[in-house]
T-cell receptor, first 117, second 115 residues
């Protein structure tokens, strides 16, 4: 079945540094990937839609300069949290869809837990 | 706009009991898909089921069963004879087949199965 790999699983960084999280579709090409953020005991909140070869579409309230998304290839999307601060600490999850139809099941990565000290 | 409501935030049961998770959704789209995902403590979301809006047939998969009632906009999920390994957060989600194709999640229901 479809597999999405997310790396790193855990990252601890100092305030002010930038952190890059990778999301790879291992056995399929994903023209669209999605980035979610999840606070403890809460649901997943869509941050942005990443489209291969074009700019990401950000949800309302998500700072595009803060959360840089790059979808360089059909199998890789990256999320960079720039100048991270403690309030950026969260669980970030990516997902990828094979094909363009919304009927296609989203495959999720295992998530990346970011802790900013 | 879409909305998915999971009224139960947490359910605690003893092993072998049945547990039903409620999911109510709102959408103006006539064509949409509904999903259930499981999120164990490890964090990864595991796909459980997809149902399109034109298929109201209930489904059973092992100890899992789903009841889709379009008339009440509900897509409930039942775990029969629960096991400790079923302990997780379960999310109901909706995606319209209109432009945008964004998956909207419910708030999730945390299921704790005690031995």
């Amino acid at each position: 079945g479809a597999v999405v790999s997310q790396h790193p699983s855990w990252v601890i960084c100092k305030s002010g540094t930038s952190v890059k999280i990778e999301c790879r579709s291992l056995d399929f090409q994903a023209t669209t990937m999605f980035w979610y953020r999840q606070f403890p005991k809460q649901s997943l909140m869509l941050m942005a839609t990443s489209n291969e070869g074009s700019k990401a579409t950000y949800e309302q309230g998500v700072e595009k300069d803060k959360f840089l998304i790059n979808h360089a290839s059909l199998t890789l999307s990256t999320l960079t949290v720039t100048s991270a601060h403690p309030e950026d600490s969260s669980f970030y999850i990516c997902s990828a869809r094979q094909g363009s139809s919304g009927a296609n099941v989203l495959t999720f990565g295992a998530g990346s837990r970011l802790t900013v000290l | 706009a879409q909305k998915v409501t999971q009224a139960q935030t947490e359910i605690s049961v003893v092993e072998k009991e049945d547990v039903t998770l409620d999911c109510v959704y709102e959408t103006r789209d006539t064509t949409y898909y509904l999903f259930w995902y499981k999120q164990p403590p490890s964090g990864e979301l595991v796909f459980l089921i997809r149902r399109n809006s034109f298929d109201e047939q209930n489904e059973i998969s092992g100890r899992y069963s789903w009841n889709f009632q379009k008339s009440t906009s509900s897509f409930n999920f039942t775990i029969t004879a629960s096991q400790v390994v079923d302990s997780a957060v379960y999310f109901c989600a909706l995606i319209p087949i209109a432009a945008g194709n964004k998956l909207t999640f419910g708030g999730g229901t945390r299921v704790l199965v005690k031995p």
